[in-house]
């Protein structure tokens, strides 16, 4: 069967929801009309497809349904009459004082490793609190306001339908009123046109009063001036419009329309915020960007508006299809939180919700982190509070990478850029920090903002005693370029991958051990140990050095700098050899007695045994220090850390069941990758299918999504492996368009559990040898980058025999 062919049963099998035909929306009430080399082919559109409904307005904040355009954000939460509209730009962050570590860092930081090495482990995290930290949160992420809509003299509202489709991206709200009046809210974020769009017909003729948070009337428009708290804060405009104009009238700071059936409200922003330095404002005049981005709105219609945004979004999200199985109809029939709550109640039939979560997770990022914006912060984009919680910042120490963790493998590897860009934007002061520290190179401590401030913000030494937060976003870059093969990109960003291995190379101290160099002092990020102090007392305690997780940073990006020089063809710099030689020495962790990995270097006792971080498996996952394919020892290692966690309650919150998932995935373990990713659906997960920390945290759904990527494709060790860990619950269905290293793009299909036929389409960067695994059943073949190979499973078959 061809390529078409296949893509024609894609295209009948998955029903297609409001799918956007030369810009009319088809309704699901309808019969949908797909256009396919000349032949239109109908089907009864599954109401339940990729698409997340409620019977009921949101009631809170995060229960309603995010759009996003990577800058701009929006949450309408469809309550009747009176509607609310959150709309968020990414830059507007609060300021406080400008960070910095004090020039006498360096004497401070060799007195915290005296203490350390004598064994004074509490004495080294009081010196380091009270000498090396700052106790100041890093600023935090606010809000443009709140739109308002109010729908004028209506009468009682009967019935209320919300709901997001993914594949559009567009969110409704249906309203029926009692006198047989329907509503019809869409609510779009529209990349080309940089607005967000509300977008409201009806049956009958209504009226709408619309406002903006203390915004004022201006030239026929409602516009807000503003600026988020402290002084050098960002400043704003946002500025509010509404169609058609002949009928809309000012009355006092609000615009009226008094009877209509089309009513369209576009709503632009601006901020002073300049994305080459932080330490500069846009000169005046910045303002006039909200202005022209809603004029360039009038050569168009509202239909143009709604078919280029969507168009956009398709651009990104139809890369990747997927069916795990079929859900009765009586279950699709049911709301988003109806289905959360069979799965509460150990209902296990509905894998059109995992095919709906994971989609989401994709929608996510191409909603909140497109190219030219800053990456996804802890909510994404979107946040109601001006002191959201942890600031909504940028944490360092797993949450920045975990959103990023699913870019490449589902497919979205511009949406990866803002990090790469975040990286460059950081290095200033990341260098500033490092010289403070009388180091090489640049860090960053383990939480900042959008300001870069680089610095130890923290309270206690288990949160602020990570010093190679910076180190592990670099691990990206490599990861880029290992699913891209772009040599040109990775070229571009050798000068960071050198300043990161020199701050790591000038960190290493020796250790008791001869000839081995670790790090001192070291935390596992925000977890103690108990030890005896020389009292012959308990104490608890977070540095000491050579802690597992450091010395997994420091070998991933000695061996990530090293796999660069050679892709760029450096391998005899000095400083490359240098660090080839470094490498040979730093010190390796450990397995314990019990036959876990060790989280410290010494046997201390575990504080908090079911403790949330499972940091020093990061070699394993998502790091490639250990090989669990081939080191059994190893491997065992690892699985007995995480049973261990998660017996003694561990993955208590959103993010770290993500990762447990992830780890279970990667160890192709299918059975209890599917187990944490129920129980992250049962425990974690909000009626919109948001993470929930709790609170609201964004980080879990982005690395759920990876690890339902990781669930159905491998690509570490120069391998593809298909389907390493495909639950029994998931036994027919296909994915289309996943991502592996090596420059590869995937199609897989199964049946009854087992593999059928799989399709390979190497880009024009790739390796052109790859292996095939599939249940230990392996091929070696060559391609032709551009070209695609289908196999099946008796070429797989034939090649082992």
């Not at 349904?65 to 830059?91: H, S, W």
């Not at 809210?185 to 080309?192: D, M």
């Not at 159905?712 to 639950?727: G, Q, R, T, V, Y």
């Amino acid at each position: 069967m061809n390529r078409f062919s296949l893509s024609l049963l894609f295209a009948m099998k998955r029903t297609l929801k409001d799918f956007l035909v030369v810009g009319a929306t088809i309704s699901r009430w309808n019969v949908a009309g797909l256009l396919l080399a000349g032949i239109v082919i109908h089907f009864p559109v599954r109401a339940g497809e990729w698409v997340i409904r409620d019977d009921q307005a949101a009631g809170q904040w995060d229960r309603a349904y995010p759009v996003g355009n990577g800058r701009l954000g929006a949450m309408p939460l469809g309550t009747f009459p009176a509607e609310k509209i959150l709309i968020n730009e990414e830059t507007i962050w609060n300021r406080t004082d400008t960070f910095g570590m004090p020039e006498d860092s360096h004497r401070h930081l060799e007195e915290v490793r005296r203490l350390e090495s004598a064994g004074d482990f509490s004495g080294a995290d009081r010196y380091f609190e009270e000498h090396l930290q700052n106790a100041k949160d890093p600023c935090g992420y606010q809000l443009v306001g709140w739109l308002h809509l109010e729908y004028l003299n209506a009468a009682p509202v009967k019935r209320i339908q919300r709901e997001l489709d993914l594949k559009t991206g567009i969110s409704k709200s249906i309203y029926t009123l009692e006198d047989g009046t329907e509503i019809v809210q869409k609510v779009i974020a529209s990349g080309p046109d940089d607005v967000i769009a509300v977008m409201i017909s009806s049956n009958k003729a209504i009226g709408l009063k619309t406002s903006l948070d203390d915004g004022v009337i201006e030239d026929g428009d409602i516009v807000r001036r503003g600026a988020a708290s402290g002084e050098g804060a960002t400043e704003f405009v946002g500025r509010v419009r509404v169609l058609p104009a002949d009928k809309t009238s000012p009355m006092g700071n609000t615009l009226e329309i008094k009877s209509c059936k089309e009513i369209s409200i576009f709503l632009s922003a601006a901020t002073n915020f300049d994305r080459s330095n932080s330490e500069a404002r846009l000169p005046t005049g910045w303002q006039a960007k909200a202005l022209r981005d809603l004029d360039r709105l009038r050569a168009k219609s509202t239909a143009e508006v709604l078919r280029a945004a969507v168009r956009d979004h398709h651009h990104f999200f139809d890369r990747v299809d997927v069916d795990l199985g079929q859900s009765p109809e009586s279950v699709l029939a049911l709301t988003t939180k109806e289905r959360l709550k069979r799965v509460k109640a150990g209902k296990t039939d509905d894998p059109d919700l995992i095919e709906t979560y994971f989609q989401f997770g994709r929608y996510l990022l191409i909603a909140s982190s497109r190219p030219g914006c800053f990456p996804a912060n802890l909510q994404g984009l979107w946040n109601p509070h001006l002191s959201a919680p942890w600031g909504a910042d940028y944490h360092l120490n797993i949450n920045i990478q975990m959103n990023y963790w699913l870019a490449e493998t589902t497919n979205l590897s511009e949406t990866h850029r803002p990090l790469f860009d975040l990286i460059r934007y950081f290095q200033p002061r990341g260098k500033e920090m490092a010289r403070q520290l009388g180091m090489k190179g640049w860090c960053m401590g383990h939480a900042t903002d959008i300001w870069g401030n680089a610095q130890i913000m923290s309270r206690t030494a288990f949160w602020g005693g990570s010093f190679f937060g910076g180190q592990w976003m670099t691990f990206h870059i490599l990861e880029h370029y290992r699913f891209n093969r772009d040599e040109e990109f990775l070229g571009e960003n050798w000068d960071i991958l050198t300043a990161s291995a020199e701050f790591v190379e000038s960190w290493l101290i020796p250790g008791p051990e001869q000839g081995q160099l670790m790090a001192r002092p070291s935390c596992s990020p925000e977890n103690s140990f108990v030890y005896t102090n020389s009292s012959g007392k308990d104490a608890r305690a977070a540095l000491s050095s050579g802690n597992t997780f450091d010395q997994f940073m420091i070998l991933q990006v000695f061996n990530d700098y090293l796999e660069a020089a050679e892709a760029l063809g450096k391998q005899n710099d000095p400083f490359v050899k240098k660090i080839r030689a470094t490498l040979a020495k730093v010190y390796q962790p450990q397995i314990a007695e019990d036959g876990r990995l060790m989280e410290w270097r010494l046997p201390f006792r575990e504080n908090e045994p079911g403790h949330r971080h499972i940091s020093h498996v990061i070699g394993a996952y998502p790091g490639n220090q250990i090989n669990l394919d081939r080191d059994p020892r190893m491997r065992d290692a690892v699985m007995k850390s995480i049973e261990g966690r998660l017996n003694r309650g561990g993955a208590g919150t959103g993010w770290s069941r993500a990762w447990t998932i992830g780890m279970f995935a990667r160890l192709s373990d299918s059975e209890r990758a599917y187990e944490n990713l129920m129980s992250l659906l049962e425990k974690s997960t909000l009626d919109n299918l948001f993470d929930s920390h709790p609170p609201f945290q964004i980080d879990g759904n982005f690395g759920a999504t990876a690890a339902i990527a990781e669930m159905l494709l491998h690509s570490h060790n120069d391998e593809i492996k298909l389907l390493p860990a495909l639950p029994d619950r998931w036994h027919r269905g296909y994915v289309r368009g996943l991502r592996a290293r090596g420059d590869y793009t995937v199609d897989i299909q199964w049946n009854e559990g087992a593999l059928t036929s799989s399709t390979l389409h190497a880009g024009k960067h790739a390796t052109g040898s790859v292996s095939v695994v599939y249940n230990n059943e392996k091929i070696n073949i060559e391609m032709v980058p551009g070209t695609s190979l289908k196999l099946s499973l008796n070429d797989l078959r034939s090649a082992k025999q």
